[in-house]
């Protein structure tokens, strides 16, 4: 029943332009979180080398 | 609109917020850095190298002194060293290291482009020693083990730099391509600057707003490497000041005891444990002034001098006041190698012709050459004693006495 009952409420919200154009906002900016949480960390690591002076 | 092209509209409603986000983030960790800069300046963080989101809160941070350099600050671990001398703010101001081993002018320049407005004003000091210009080539693995992609990119995408200097860095940091083999477009980019005509000047800008973006994104993970440091650590922001008058000429003679308890197997001033480098160089007499003609050539035609006109011109362009420390040859070890003194002097004459046109304060300390605990070695490394020279210079450039 409760399947139902939420199915229909994501329905009509995405049929709602309003919501539904939030929605697809929301989708893209989580896109985009998802993409700088994957590969967003920086690297700042510098070559190993001994140090043989001059 | 919207019920036609929905994904369309949704994406562009998307890049302010993403903008704005960033923005945010931006500031936050701006303000996080500059609460925490005085805290973090006498630790050895590797961000603080290899990022510049550190670097640049402490230039703008009125009471800390940046010092730029190499092996020479790093070597000696002794109490004298001028960020752990001047950690309690003595005379107001605090010191923090900017320098690894192996660490060149070009390196350097890399580093302080980075900052570029943030530096206009805002007093740094350049640490060099004659190693460089007098002893041996910057070896790619040396400069590979200082190099990182934010500051390559930040020197050569700068909007605050001349065409001129970048591409002097550029000819520069073609030199080793082991850094590049990795990013194929700033090898690209890098080719087209060391090579001018309309072509490659039109590439050049066709390329820079990538750059400029790549460095963005840069920035912003150095932002959060730097948050994450800061997570990692429990720091306390409030830090201790105790002002006090500098008996300096009692921490001279404190500091020349120390020096000497570390030099007692030689007797030209060298460590104890690098006079096994020398020993046998030593161990038959060589001809006084036998390596001269070799030392001259080699100082006239040091690549060295190139990478510091770079260095000096990224300074001038961002409108810093810096001060060129260099320090002194040891004289006596030096001619016991077979470089006269008047040979030696090259360096100092030569320094000065190159620093000369920038107009830059420069102290050599050349004066010191007759005084072997100065440096731990012919390299010049700062010892205990020549880290109190050092200190008292920098207390009074801070200061404003020197001119």
Do not use: C
């Not at chain 2, 440091?229 to 201790?240: E, G, K």
């Amino acid at each position: 029943m409760w399947i139902k009952r939420l199915t229909t409420f994501f329905t009509d919200a995405y049929t709602n332009p309003k919501i539904k154009a939030t929605l697809l906002v929301l989708y893209y900016l989580a896109i985009i979180a998802g993409l700088i949480i994957m590969y967003g960390k920086g690297d700042f690591s510098t070559v190993k080398f001994v140090y043989q002076g001059f | 609109m919207m019920k036609r092209t929905p994904h369309l509209t949704a994406g562009i409603i998307s890049v302010p917020i993403l903008v704005a986000a960033m923005l945010g983030f931006n500031f936050y960790a701006e303000s996080l850095e500059s609460k925490y800069i005085n805290a973090l300046a006498p630790l050895d963080i590797r961000q603080a190298r290899n990022g510049s989101a550190l670097q640049r809160a402490a230039v703008q941070q009125p009471d800390l002194l940046p010092i730029y350099g190499s092996s020479e600050i790093t070597m000696v671990a002794t109490d004298y060293q001028a960020n752990i001398f001047f950690q309690s703010y003595p005379t107001g101001f605090a010191v923090i290291d900017i320098a690894n081993l192996g660490m060149s002018s070009i390196t350097m320049a890399q580093n302080l482009a980075a900052l570029g407005p943030a530096l206009k004003g805002r007093k740094v000091v350049i640490s060099i020693t004659p190693a460089p210009f007098t002893m041996g080539a910057l070896s790619e693995q040396y400069y590979a083990g200082n190099y990182t992609r934010l500051h390559a990119y930040e020197i050569i995408f700068s909007p605050y730099l001349s065409l001129d200097t970048k591409s002097a860095a550029a000819k520069r940091m073609l030199d080793f391509p082991s850094t590049l083999q990795a990013d194929p477009f700033l090898k690209l980019t890098l080719a087209a600057l060391n090579k001018p005509s309309l072509p490659t000047r039109m590439f050049y800008y066709i390329a820079w707003p990538f750059g400029e973006l790549q460095a963005i994104v840069m920035r912003l993970q150095d932002h959060a490497a730097v948050i994450a440091y800061l997570q990692a650590h429990s720091i306390n922001p409030d830090i201790q000041r105790e002002a006090r008058t500098i008996d300096w000429s009692g921490t001279l003679t404190a500091a020349l005891e120390e020096q000497k308890m570390h030099t007692l197997n030689n007797p030209y001033g060298v460590e104890d444990t690098k006079w096994k480098n020398y020993e046998n160089l030593l161990s038959s007499p060589i001809v006084p002034g036998l390596g001269d003609n070799r030392f001259i050539r080699y100082v006239q035609g040091a690549r060295e001098w190139d990478d510091l006109k770079i260095l000096l011109s990224v300074l001038q362009e961002l409108g810093a006041k810096p001060l060129i420390l260099s320090r002194p040859m040891n004289i006596h070890l030096w001619e016991a190698l077979g470089v006269s003194e008047q040979a030696q002097n090259t360096f100092y004459t030569k320094l000065h012709d190159v620093t000369g046109p920038y107009n830059v304060l420069v102290i050599d300390y050349r004066e010191y050459g007759t005084d072997i605990y100065f440096s731990i070695d012919q390299a010049s490394h700062t010892s205990r004693k020549g880290w109190v020279y050092v200190d008292q210079t920098l207390d009074n450039f801070f200061h404003g006495r020197i001119h």
